[in-house]
């Protein structure tokens, strides 16, 4: 049963502190998408990677969050440095091209709290 | 552009009662759409999409959704609902027309709680 994995499940950090999420998408996916999740502004997308070339990080905070695809089994987000607002829950998606038509796998997320 | 809202932030149900989520969205062409469901503490899961054909699509759990494109609608329906149905539900669109975004568009999401 292929998956989305991500680590760490859980972080607890203070603020000024490098973060680094991971993500293993589902072998034989192109697409990787990285979302953060708070109850105020709901489901936000950071960053979207087709064949792991970055295609869009228009809602990313650009001075303290990166995202890269170091390679076809592993995506990770950065924060750097960490701030009490950067606390979500982030998850990390991936799928196939297929013109858009196809469905998202999510992972279970990372639950970040900066104190 | 692409939008999709999502009116209800919460929708109440009886165990055994039909159960309607309502979607509503605006594209310059034709739409992909998406439904979604997200049990606590987890990741959101695919339920069912409409691309092209039948305008009633069937997914995942019983639950299946109209396409309605006069009214621009994708409401998810259940015949009858289950308590282990509560969860956050959300559709997601993308527009296949020059406005539109190779990436989908989620709503906010609305929470389903079925009572006992």
């Known amino acids: 049963d292929a998956r989305v994995t991500q680590t760490p499940r859980h972080k607890v950090t203070e603020m000024g502190q490098e973060v680094t999420m991971r993500c293993q998408p589902i072998l034989g996916h192109n697409t990787v998408f990285w979302y953060r999740q708070t109850m105020m502004q709901g489901l936000e997308l950071l960053a979207y990677f087709r064949n792991r070339a970055p295609l869009d990080d228009s809602g990313m905070p650009k001075d303290r969050f990166s995202a890269e695809m170091p390679d076809a089994t592993l995506a990770t987000l950065k924060i750097q440095p960490s701030e009490p607002r950067d606390s979500a829950v982030y998850f990390c998606?991936?799928?196939?091209?297929?013109?858009?038509?196809?469905?998202?796998?999510f992972g279970p997320g990372t639950r970040l709290t900066v104190l | 552009a692409q939008s999709v809202a999502q009116p209800e932030d919460q929708v109440n149900v009886a165990e055994g009662n039909p159960l309607t989520v309502k979607c509503t969205y605006s594209v310059s062409g034709n739409p992909y759409l998406f439904w979604y469901v997200q049990y606590p503490n987890r990741g959101l899961q695919f339920l069912l999409k409409?691309?092209?054909?039948?305008?009633l699509v069937k997914g995942s759990y019983g639950f299946e959704a109209e396409f309605n494109k006069s009214q621009t609608s994708f409401h998810l329906k259940k015949p009858s609902a289950l308590v282990s149905d509560s969860a956050l539900y959300f559709c997601a669109v993308r527009d296949l027309g020059s406005g539109g975004s190779y990436i989908p568009t989620f709503g906010r999401g609305t929470s389903l709680i079925v009572h006992p």
């Open positions: 998606a991936s799928g196939l091209t297929s013109g858009g038509s196809s469905e998202q796998f």
């Open positions: 409409y691309i092209t054909g039948d305008n």
